[in-house]
């Protein structure tokens, strides 16, 4: 057998295992045997680069190929559902359809809404060719890499598929996945998610599809925009599933409303036993030649609608309140309760917001409440009993002083929130500007919270500044560290000093400066000088730069302390210009556009990209008529390839790329970007440290 033919087998009989394993949940071999034919494959694939094909098994794992996204336009419009929340609102749409349908025979389709993220998948030939997000309807995001490290998505069909096909649907993650994945976030400092949607999003954007791979997602197709096999939407999900597409079968066909409603009510209850989250029912008119007659408004269709189940209520008692001050001030209301189930957790702590919404539910202690577990990983108070109060209840007033060093409190103008405003000496503020300072999008200091507390209380540090004077012998002396974790919080320190002047801006706290607007500011502004000496006016033009924060910028530097607190750092050596390796060594690349795909030898992708900026060239995501280069790695795309030579686009190798900028044969000495990934994270989040 040639290496050729064996690459083929192995190819066909992986699908086939992939598909029992993760479609029919029927595996026909052990992990270990799956494990040897993939390495098997894996190193004949190695062998042949020439063999490669992006649907092979072995892209499961996921590669590092095409980061950056390519925005793509939808075959068919992907458009979204209107929404129902009562039987009312079902037969006034029965009706609707009704009218156009007149005494003619048809049926719905019920299913479950699935809540994850939207995805459109591409195949020609039985071959996955892309994979797109739902973007704004038209043009989605080309996330094919990621889409092909999830299990559920098939990359070869199986049986009588269609030569074309476009198949939607939603890329969830599991709960027991979910909670699975956000324990391991926790346990290494990372943010856990508010909710399993949140993480299927965050996860599908990543920019390494490596990382994706590692993720719990699955693919729920439920609709096919392109040519169909059968006129019944119903039959052809069965059909769809016989190609390899996971499909959960628990859609029913009901021929009236009342028939809707009963499933409906049968899955509001049934749900909870799912594996995944549900967040309503989808009705669709079951014949595809109906829908195309009753056709789309401008957003959704006319023969389909969502009815969006309640969310999740717990009634209880609301014990007392607390008031948390978080790093910038502010004051956060927090309801302690009466422990109470709610959707799988017990619930002892709920948001109250601020003082606004207090005032206006005219919450009271003792009171019996409504809690609610909305997009959030926080339960809010919704509702008051209020018929349950007792005679006596008295009306609670907010407080007027920091609970944590006696301020008084005050209320910016427009704003919501409540403020404490000594900063400097409100140990709350004080450590949590810390805490945020050493964070891995900061300075990445591998500091928690508790040593914090301790550096804090030992006196040893007051500002985020005083960790830069702090000796090994400070530290081996506290409680719990030993020779290397001291050594270890030292170095970790020190190598904060090379974090770029973006981060730095990010990490120094100035209020309602967050990762996009540091960036921004640091790519026009190159150093923290020229941001201070900037006028009002050139700030707020600049772009992610609005009112709020031009006019934070300036409070910020009218504060000697901070100056001070800025001397100190500069004083020891943090970056606050923008320096190194993305500063133009020479302009041989002066004019030159270069997109970089695959992956190469001496240098990471984030390196390459630096070289070409440090070199005076432009590194660009997709490749059109305007490129100059296409810097072809290894495991490069066919498609970016195909592109290129229908654009008429240079291809180069990574050796000839050193020869232009004058480091042939020899490694480039550039200042090593730590690439981390960026999770996409839901603000809510940052009140987490509440619970
Ligand atoms: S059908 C043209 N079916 O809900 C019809 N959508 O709120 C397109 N969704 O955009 C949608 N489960 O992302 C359909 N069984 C299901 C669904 C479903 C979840 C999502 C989908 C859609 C959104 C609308």
Avoid at 427 to 444: L, N, S
Wanted: proline share 4%; charged share 25%; with cysteine.
């Amino acid at each position: 057998m040639t290496d050729l033919e064996r690459i083929t087998e192995l190819r066909n009989e992986l699908h086939r295992h992939n598909y029992n394993y993760y479609v029919k949940h029927n595996p026909e071999i052990s992990d270990f045997e799956f494990d040897k034919l993939l390495k098997e494959l894996q190193d004949l694939e190695q062998k042949h680069p020439e063999y490669f094909d992006p649907t092979s098994p072995t892209q499961r794992v996921g590669s590092d190929l095409d980061s950056g996204f390519v925005q793509e336009k939808h075959e068919y419009p992907m458009l979204s559902l209107a929404n129902s929340y009562s039987l009312e609102d079902l037969q006034e749409f029965d009706s609707r359809v009704r009218k156009l349908v007149g005494t003619r025979d048809f049926c719905y389709t019920c299913e479950l809404k699935y809540d994850g993220v939207a995805i459109s998948l591409q195949y020609k030939d039985g071959k996955l060719t892309r994979a797109l997000t739902r973007g704004d309807g038209i043009q989605g995001d080309n996330i094919t890499n990621n889409a092909k490290t999830i299990g559920t998505v098939p990359l070869q069909l199986h049986g009588n598929y269609p030569k074309e096909l476009e198949i939607r649907g939603e890329i969830v993650m599991p709960r027991k996945g979910f909670d699975a994945f956000n324990q391991e976030r926790i346990e290494q400092g990372d943010q856990p998610f508010a909710n399993p949607r949140n993480a299927a999003a965050g996860s599908l954007k990543l920019q390494s599809s490596k990382e994706v791979a590692r993720r719990p997602l699955q693919a729920n197709m439920y609709y096919i925009p392109s040519e169909t096999p059968s006129d019944s939407h119903y039959e052809n999900l069965a059909i769809a599933r016989s190609w390899g597409f996971n499909i959960p079968d628990l859609s029913e066909q009901c021929k009236t409303i009342d028939d809707v409603y009963a499933y409906i009510k049968k899955w509001d209850t049934k749900r909870k036993e799912l594996p995944f989250d549900t967040d309503g029912i989808v009705i669709k008119v079951d014949s595809i030649s109906l829908q195309q007659e009753l056709g789309m408004t401008a957003k959704t269709p006319r023969w389909a609608i969502a009815f969006k189940f309640k969310a999740e209520r717990a009634r209880t008692k609301l014990l007392s309140i607390d008031f948390q001050v978080g790093r910038q001030g502010t004051i956060t209301p927090v309801a302690n309760l009466e422990p109470v189930h709610l959707a799988g957790t017990i619930i002892k702590r709920a948001s109250l917001y601020n003082a606004d919404q207090m005032k206006e539910l005219d919450i009271r202690i003792n009171d019996y409440v409504y809690i609610e577990k909305g997009g959030e990983i926080i339960p809010k108070v919704v509702e008051i009993d209020v018929d349950a109060r007792t005679a006596d209840s008295k009306p609670f007033a907010f407080i007027t002083h920091c609970p944590e060093c006696g301020a008084e409190l005050v209320r910016m103008e427009d704003e919501a929130n409540y403020y404490c405003p000594n900063s400097k000496n409100c140990p709350p503020q004080i450590k949590g500007k810390i805490e945020h300072f050493v964070t891995r999008k900061a300075m990445d200091i591998a500091l928690a919270g508790a040593t914090i507390d301790q550096l804090y209380k030992a006196g040893l540090v007051k500002t985020s500044a005083d960790l830069y004077t702090l000796t090994y012998n400070d530290v081996v002396t506290l409680d719990r560290f030993a020779e290397k974790s001291a050594k270890n919080l030292i170095d970790s320190i020190q190598a904060s000093k090379s974090v770029p002047f973006a981060r730095v801006l990010y990490a120094i706290g100035i209020r309602h400066i967050g990762e996009t607007s540091a960036k921004t500011l640091a790519k026009k502004y190159k150093s923290l000088d020229a941001i201070q000496n900037a006028t009002l006016e050139e700030l707020q033009s600049t772009e992610d730069v609005g009112e709020i924060i031009a006019a934070s910028i300036k409070n910020y530097f009218a504060d000697p302390d901070n100056i001070q607190f800025i001397e100190k750092l500069k004083a020891n050596g943090i970056q606050f210009e923008e320096t190194g390796s993305t500063q133009a060594i020479s302009n041989v690349l002066e004019g030159k556009t270069i997109v970089i795909s695959g992956t190469f030898e001496k240098h990471s992708r984030d390196e390459m990209k630096e070289l070409i900026e440090a070199y005076g060239g432009k590194n660009v995501s997709g490749v059109s008529k305007s490129t100059t280069y296409l810097l072809a790695g290894d495991g490069i795309g066919p498609s970016k390839l195909e592109k290129a030579q229908s654009f008429g686009v240079s291809i180069i190798d990574e050796e000839t790329f050193y020869q232009m900028i004058g480091l042939g044969d020899s490694s480039a000495d550039i200042q090593k970007t730590p690439t981390k990934q960026d999770d996409q994270q839901n603000n809510a989040n940052q009140q987490l440290s509440l619970f």
